[in-house]
Every structure is written in structure tokens, then in C-alpha cells.
């Protein structure tokens, strides 16, 4: 159980496009959903928290209107990285917290590349 | 504010020797304490938590840890390690003053098994 997807694993575009990443939780239903972003051979950093149905809290030092996320419903969030640039490659992980065991479950990660 | 601390950003062993990876942790709340591993390119696997009670707990893959409150310390151990246990590992807490959802990651630690 508690397992997490996302999609693409690996995309790579042209600098001034925007990149759509989906996190789902396949086998419950999380309200709270997380963004991470991971620099090479380096630890987490939160971006932001999203809530079903509500805004997402976006961590200090964290653009809003690059990094744009929707939770629509109880197993899917979305990050759209907005007219992205070469130094917004990098690798994101999403994350959903199983509610009555306050457990992070991750995804397997997207590999973004900027051209 | 909570914070972790992995002593050692390497750890080396050989095959089936013991593997201890530190873990020390700072939080003026009750904390929940978890541990992850990362295998390349891929997302977090949960290893094992605590968040109450007995304080020594096992997790998947032969792995334990122990919560040890006056050492504020939370130490990831296997007996003989596997080379499949090669990867990054991650200590992180989360607290109540956050919701228990916000996770606080260390900065990993690698470890290298050895034939």
C-alpha cells in the first residue's frame, strides 16, 4: 500500500516553455500532497505544500508564479514549472501524506532538463 | 524549528559487516523520526518511523533503528550488509508543532558496500 507516481520520469524541453509533472497516490487518498526539489548529490528542499481543494504554501524563496500547483482532487497534484529556464533543471519529487499514520509516501521523481 | 544532523555525508563497509548510520536530531517538541533510502534517480523509500512507544523499531529489509530521547539520536543499523544496500539515506523528523506533516531532511549519507 501507500504507493505514489509520477509522470513523466524525464522531460526535457526548450528554455521559455512551461512543464507539466502529476503526482498521484494510487491506493488512498491524501488531502496533503508535497513538492521537493533535489539538486544533485544533495539533501530535499521543500517548495511548497498543497492542500486538496485550497491554495499551496509555498516555502520562503519560492516563486509562486513559476512554480505553479493545483490539487484538484484527493489523488493527484500538480507542478507546472512556467516558462522554465536552464537553472530550473533539476530533479522534483512529490510526496502524499497518508493522514492517520501523519507517513510521507514519495514518488519515484522527475528528471527535468532546460534546454 | 526542528533540525537533523548525519554525521558522515560517506559511510563504507564490506559485505556483511555491520552498517551505522548516524542520525542526530534536534526538536523542543515530541518528535516523529523516520528514515528513508534513495537508490539512483529514483524517489525516497520508507525504511522505518517512530513516532511512539518502543523506541527500538525494525523496518523493512533488515534495517532498525532506535530512538534514544536523552541522546536526542536516532541511529540506523543492520547487522551484515547486502550489496544491495548501496544507496543515500536519509534521517528526517517531523513535529507537532508543524502537524507532524512538515518532514525536516538531513543532509544523507551514502553508503558504499564493498565485496
Known amino acids: 500500500g501507500a504507493v505514489v507516481s509520477q509522470h513523466p520520469s524525464r522531460v526535457i524541453c526548450k528554455s521559455g516553455t512551461s512543464v507539466k509533472i502529476e503526482c498521484r497516490s494510487l491506493d488512498f487518498q491524501a488531502t496533503t500532497m508535497f513538492w521537493y526539489r533535489q539538486f544533485p548529490k544533495q539533501s530535499l528542499m521543500l517548495m511548497a505544500t498543497s492542500n486538496e481543494g485550497s491554495k499551496a504554501t509555498y516555502e520562503q524563496g519560492v516563486e509562486k508564479d513559476k512554480f505553479l500547483i493545483n490539487h484538484a482532487s484527493l489523488t493527484l497534484s500538480t507542478l507546472t514549472v512556467t516558462s522554465a529556464h536552464p537553472e530550473d533543471s533539476s530533479f522534483y519529487i512529490c510526496?502524499?501524506?497518508?493522514?492517520?499514520?501523519?507517513?510521507?509516501?514519495f514518488g519515484p521523481g522527475t528528471r527535468l532538463t532546460v534546454l | 524549528a526542528q533540525s537533523v544532523t548525519q554525521l558522515g555525508s560517506h559511510v563504507s563497509v564490506s559485505e556483511g559487516a555491520l552498517v551505522l548510520l548516524r542520525c542526530n536530531y534536534s526538536s523542543s517538541v515530541p518528535p516523529y523520526l523516520f528514515w528513508y533510502v534513495q537508490y539512483p534517480n529514483q524517489g525516497l523509500q520508507l525504511l522505518l518511523k517512530y513516532t511512539t512507544g518502543a523506541t527500538l523499531v525494525k523496518g523493512i529489509n533488515g534495517f532498525e533503528a532506535e530512538f534514544k530521547k536523552s541522546e536526542t539520536s536516532f541511529h540506523l543499523t543492520k547487522p551484515s550488509a547486502h550489496m544491495s544496500d548501496a544507496a543515500e539515506y536519509f534521517c528526517a523528523v517531523s513535529a507537532l508543532n508543524t502537524g507532524f506533516q512538515k518532514l525536516v531532511f538531513g543532509t544523507g549519507t551514502r553508503l558504499l558496500v564493498s565485496p
Open positions: 510526496s502524499a501524506r497518508v493522514f492517520s499514520t501523519d507517513t510521507q509516501y
